[in-house]
């Protein structure tokens, strides 16, 4: 469940805004903003990446920074990584 693993979640919970991308794009090309976690599955295709946008990031000398983790998905319904 999000709400054990992400610090933001009792500001958006699913809500906010969702970052989904193709994963062999670069500099912008093919992003689309969602305001729900759930309309993910409507953008079809392989390779996309879906990631929630932070209101409040966590700064280390006054700088944004990113950490990636991979998973493999098995299951969507239900979710298995």
Do not use: M
Not at 45 to 67: H, S, T
Not at 73 to 80: D, E, I, K, Q, Y
């Amino acid at each position: 469940e999000l709400r054990k693993v992400d610090p933001q979640y009792e500001l958006s919970g699913q809500q906010g805004v969702w970052i989904v991308k193709a994963s062999n794009s670069s500099k912008g090309v093919g992003i689309k903003l969602l305001d729900r976690l759930s309309n993910a599955s409507d953008c079809r295709g392989a390779g996309r990446v879906v990631q929630k946008y932070l209101e409040n990031p966590l700064l280390i000398a006054g700088r944004k920074f990113d950490v990636r983790c991979w998973v493999l998905v098995t299951s969507w319904n239900p979710l298995v990584v």
